[in-house]
């Protein structure tokens, strides 16, 4: 009989995908990502300063939509 809970697990992704805005670019092919939260990664990669992109596993792995936020206090 299949493990139903490590099938699950087989679905879900090795890693977090990020969402940020590039705030630095560096010559050596690296670029400053600023999180949501305020954090910053350097990240290899390229992006203007001002793009939005997704940082998987320390890279830039493609543009990000730039969406309207919306804050609903609970």
Do not use: C, K, Y
Not at 21 to 46: I, K, N, P, Q
Request: proline residues 5%; charged residues 20%; glycine residues 12%.
């Amino acid at each position: 009989m299949p493990n139903l809970w490590r099938q699950f697990e087989d679905l879900l992704p090795d890693s977090q995908l990020l969402l940020g805005t590039v705030a630095t670019h560096h010559a050596d092919g690296t670029v400053t990502v600023e999180l949501l939260d305020g954090g910053l990664l350097r990240v290899s990669g390229s992006g203007s300063v001002g793009d939005r992109v997704f940082v998987r596993d320390g890279r830039v792995t493609g543009d990000a939509p730039t969406l309207p936020t919306v804050e609903i206090e609970i």
